[in-house]
T-cell receptor, first 114, second 116 residues
Framework: DTEVTQTPKHLVMGMTNKKSLKCEQH?????MYWYKQKAKKPPELMFV???????INESVPSRFSPECPNSSLLNLHLHALQPEDSALYLC?????????????FGQGTRLTVV | AQKVTQAQTEISVVEKEDVTLDCVYE???????LFWYKQPPSGELVFLIR??????QNEISGRYSWNFQKSTSSFNFTITASQVVDSAVYFC?????????????FGKGTKLTVNP
């Protein structure tokens, strides 16, 4: 199984809503990532979890709150978002070891904030 | 800081033409990794190739080939006999290893359209 599964695929939320994005992998990877991709732009790193600990936060606003409940799951909790937060949110995973491999990406969640 | 430049924003070719996508990178690290990813309209990033900084061998995989030249900091990607299914956005990326995790720095991408 070389898949990273993200749910939901599409999400429309109001600025006062609270929602969560979910990401799951069963490859035994120990590093998991959230990337944000605006239309016609490259993905930009938001957060990295390494061995279930937050290791990188790229100065992301607090209205985005990541969580890694276990080594297979990664969540992104959303609260009080702005319309400019509308984007494709991509989850990825890597082995997390010194042996470097490619990152496996999920299909993403297309988020629209209204 | 690390940087990846893909100067070609959009390329349009006719099926069966060969096409080369350019990638130039900047880094101060001696150990680094370069990647190419394909992003079809469905959104997921599909891994194509990984190359580490110590391996300058060019690689061929079917219709795809990659030319890594450290002297010019370039990692170009050629598709031979292009097909309509090759239409996608292609990203070149550079990895900044940070302990056990890696931060990918992406170029802006090249949108390839292959017309029948």
């Amino acid at each position: 199984d070389t898949e990273v599964t993200q749910t939901p695929k599409h999400l429309v939320m109001g600025m006062t809503n609270k929602k969560s994005l979910k990401c799951e992998q069963h490859m035994g990877h120990r590093a998991m990532y959230w990337y944000k991709q605006k239309a016609k732009k490259p993905p930009e790193l938001m957060f990295v979890y390494s061995y279930e600990k937050l290791s990188i936060n790229e100065s992301v606003p607090s209205r985005f709150s990541p969580e890694c409940p276990n080594s297979s799951l990664l969540n992104l909790h959303l609260h009080a978002l702005q319309p400019e937060d509308s984007a494709l949110y991509l989850c990825a995973s890597t082995t997390g070891s010194v042996v470097k491999t490619e990152a496996f990406f999920g299909q993403g969640t297309r988020l629209t904030v209204v | 800081a690390q940087k990846v430049t893909q100067a070609q924003t959009e390329i349009s070719v006719v099926e069966k033409e060969d096409v080369t996508l350019d990638c130039v990178y900047e880094t101060r690290d001696t150990t680094y990794y370069l990647f190419w990813y394909k992003q079809p309209p469905s959104g997921e990033l599909v891994f194509l190739i990984r190359r580490n900084s110590f391996d300058e061998q060019n690689e061929i995989s079917g219709r795809y080939s990659w030319n890594f030249q450290k002297s010019t900091s370039s990692f170009n990607f050629t598709i031979t006999a292009s097909q309509v299914v090759d239409s996608a956005v292609y990203f070149c990326a550079l990895s900044e290893p940070q302990g056990g995790s890696e931060k990918l720095v992406f170029g802006k991408g090249t949108k390839l359209t292959v017309n029948p």
